[in-house]
């Protein structure tokens, strides 16, 4: 068996067998939610159904009495509720339960059945929200996997998500281009790459004109904020003019 939790809030706790692979894990619900009541939480799960917690005197009874009290048949005074239950008649006219160990196992029955729907709910909220319950353990991973969920459900591979900026679109000029092309130069040489065919000076206006096309990657426009770069096509082939495109700095970077 294994526990996870602090001794004042149970997590969970994994049950294991102990001659075959299978375990069964309990988890606390306050896992998934924040903390409330049970009364709120059936009201706020549950689609309607009623908390039907009975009462049972508990207190009247202990490790050293417990067959000799649950073996009456005579209902404990203490608590009204639980005297109407235990005298109560089935549609015949007979008592419903011979002793207190039959109406234990009724009150029982009663005091989890009231849990099923909103678990139940809860199990089909998170499944619908993408959230495994077996392995998230806080309010913090549940709220994160949520929330990306609703980022991808909206999400279009295809759509634009650049955002106008108002800044100029980018020009190369001479200058600039010319310390690119000496650069990637570098670069190649440095590499191995065979630069026969490497970009030069004489084509800034090839760029230039592709410059509308937009990253190759993320479609953001060029502008004097982000900066075109040289992205090779091939990166066994030097920087040639076949075998770039243009990509923003982030992208050629990552």
């Known amino acids: 068996n294994s526990y996870l939790g602090s001794t004042t809030q149970q997590k969970q706790v994994t049950i294991r067998h102990v001659d075959y692979p299978f375990e069964l894990v309990f988890k606390d619900v306050l896992t998934f939610i924040l903390p409330t009541t049970l009364d709120?939480?059936?009201?706020?799960?549950?689609?309607?159904?009623?908390l039907t917690k009975g009462k049972f005197p508990h207190?009247?009874?202990?490790?050293?009495?417990v067959n000799q009290f649950l073996s009456s048949i005579e209902p404990d005074k203490e608590y009204q509720e639980y005297v109407d239950d235990f005298v109560s008649l089935d549609a015949n006219g007979n008592s419903k339960f011979k002793d207190r160990w039959a109406y234990l196992e009724f009150y029982n029955i009663r005091d989890v059945e009231c849990m099923f729907a909103p678990i139940n709910n809860l199990i089909d909220l998170c499944w619908e929200q993408g959230i495994d319950m077996l392995s998230?353990?806080?309010?913090?991973q549940i709220a994160n996997s949520i929330k990306y969920n609703y980022a991808w459900e909206d999400f279009d591979i295809n759509g634009d998500y650049n955002i106008e900026t108002g800044n100029?679109?980018?020009?190369?000029?001479?200058?600039?281009?010319?310390?690119?092309?000496?650069?990637?130069?570098?670069?190649d040489n440095k590499a191995g790459r065979d630069t026969?065919?490497?970009?030069?000076?004489?084509?800034i206006d090839y760029f230039n004109q592709i410059i509308p096309n937009k990253c190759c990657f993320c479609e953001a426009?060029?502008?004097?904020?982000?900066k075109p770069t040289l992205e090779r096509i091939d990166n066994n082939i030097a920087h040639t003019k076949d075998n770039c495109k243009l990509a923003c700095q982030l992208c050629n970077s990552t």
């Open 40 to 50: 709120n939480f059936v009201h706020k799960y549950g689609n309607g159904t009623k």
């Open 59 to 65: 207190g009247s009874f202990n490790a050293n009495n």
């Open 136 to 140: 998230q353990i806080s309010l913090s």
């Open 168 to 187: 100029k679109e980018y020009k190369f000029y001479s200058e600039k281009w010319n310390k690119k092309v000496e650069s990637y130069l570098q670069q």
């Open 196 to 203: 026969t065919n490497n970009v030069t000076a004489n084509e």
């Open 221 to 226: 426009k060029f502008t004097s904020v982000n």
